[in-house]
Every structure is written in C-alpha cells, then in structure tokens.
C-alpha cells in the first residue's frame, strides 16, 4: 500500500542519516505528565558526528533512546535514511555509560554476539572481531572475560561490539562518564580515530563541554526540561589532527558552556563537566 500523504518523507529527511521532525516525548510518572523534550528538529547528515549536550534531566538520553527505537516519540516523527524509527535495528549500534557486557562470555565472544545473532557464519565472524579489537586497541585481550578487564577496556570493548554489525550509525550515551579523566581522554582520541577512519555517523549525547567540543562535527545544545535546541553549530574542529591544542578548542567550549548557561559568559579555564 503507498503511504498517506501525511506520512511521506520529504527528500530531506530521506537524504539525512537521522531525521527528526517536531520530536516531543511526554513521560507519564505517579499521574503526571512529565514532558522531557519538545519542538526538536534535527537534520542528521550522513558521516557528521553529532554531540548533543545539556543539563542534566534536559532529555538528552530520551532522544537518543528514540533514535535508538528503544522509545517512541509521543508527537513527532524520527526517520532513519528515511524509513521511520519503529524499532531497534542493525542500522543503528548502541553504546551506554555502563559497558553492559555479558559476563559469562570472552571479550571476542562478547564482539562477535550481535554478528551471531545475524547469522554470520563462524568463518567471517572470527577475522571480523579480530579486525575490531585491533581498531579499538584490545587485540590481545579478545580471550579474557570481562571482569578480567579495567573500565575503560570494557567501554571500549561495548564499542568494538556495538561497531560488529557495522551500523551507518552509533549511538553513544554518556560512554565515558564513568572512567578517570585519563582514560576518559585517550577513549575521546580513539573514538575521534575510528569516526574519522569508518565515515560513521555518530551521535554522541554527553555532559562534558570538552568532549562535544573535540568529537563534534555538529555540536547541539539542549535548554532544561523540556529540552529544546538552544544553540545548533558545525565545527571543523574533530578533523585537526591536534584538536585540543588548536585555539578554536577553546572558543569552541566557551561558546558551547555561554549556551548551556544561557548567557554569553565566557567559561573559566578548567575542564568542565555539567
Ligand atoms: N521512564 C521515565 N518515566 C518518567 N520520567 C522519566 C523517565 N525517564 C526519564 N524521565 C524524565 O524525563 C526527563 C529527561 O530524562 P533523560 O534521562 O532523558 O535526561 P538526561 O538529559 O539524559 O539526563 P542526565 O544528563 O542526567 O542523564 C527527566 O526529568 C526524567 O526525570
Ligand atoms: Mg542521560
């Protein structure tokens, strides 16, 4: 059956890798109507990396679990390459704060999972997963169980997974929060590597006004709940090859902290996390 004019989707939205058109989310908590996002817009282009940053409780992890297809949007609509968003699928990789892996497998069986699950013979899998571990620095540990691995080895371990099926697009939410600034940094480095090496789309939500300063093509800015796009930028930054010692970092994470402020002021010099 052709769709009704009312569901076509327009050229746009069907060039774009991610399409959200009047997106509202309205939660229901104890009775009450508890609205988390409202009036988003968003045109995601093929191989931008999008980092979407707010106050906490703005929305962002809502928006990205509607992406994801974990959720749908109470109004609105939300197309992936065109096609609405009704569930999760293999178009779409998804890494959370929390590494989520399965304890009772190796690190490589924990990557191979989801090409398993698409019924990828053993043959193709197993050159597959090596590949991915190399691309996220764990070539030597593919044997170990989790538990057997630090924090930032398991989040990077939940990328080379969500990474098996090679979705058009990752999904990340909060990846690095819970890790020492350390390792947080050098996980930044190597996301920025692998994006600029597969052409991925990202969307990556976070707190941290460095983070979506460095690895965003496409830096949004949520206000408070409900959460509405406040500032909208591109930026070249993510492709120099030295972007935090480049002077544009700077600018870049002040204009991005005078949005989440809702002011012009200038931030202070330390790294900043909301
Ligand atoms: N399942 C739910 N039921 C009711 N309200 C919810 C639910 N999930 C989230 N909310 C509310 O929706 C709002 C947005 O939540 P969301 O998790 O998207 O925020 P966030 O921007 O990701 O916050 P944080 O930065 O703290 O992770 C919050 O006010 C939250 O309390
Ligand atoms: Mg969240």
Known sequence: MPPRPEQAVPDSAAAAAVALSGVRHQYRARGRGVLALDGIDLLVEPGEA?????????GKSTLLRMIAGFLRPTHGRITVGGTPVTRPGPDRGVVFQQPRLFPWLSVRANVAYGLREAGVPRRSRLPRVEEL???????????????????????????????????????????????????????????????LRTGKTLVLVTHSVDEAA???????????????VVLDQRSELPRAEHPRTEPEFARRREQILAAVRGDARPADPAPVHI
């Open 133 to 195: 571990l190399d691309l996220v620095g764990l070539g030597d540990v593919g044997g170990l169980r989790p538990y057997e691995l630090s924090g930032g080895m398991q989040q990077r371990a939940a990328i080379a997974r969500a990474l098996a099926p090679d979705p058009g697009i990752l999904l990340l939410d909060e990846p690095f929060a819970a890790l020492d600034a350390l390792t947080r940094e050098r996980l930044q480095d190597e996301l920025r590597r692998i994006w």
């Open 214 to 228: 460095l690895l965003g093509s496409r830096i949004v800015v949520l206000s408070p709940r409900p959460g509405t």
């Open 50 to 58: 999008l980092a979407v940053v707010g106050p906490s409780g703005c």
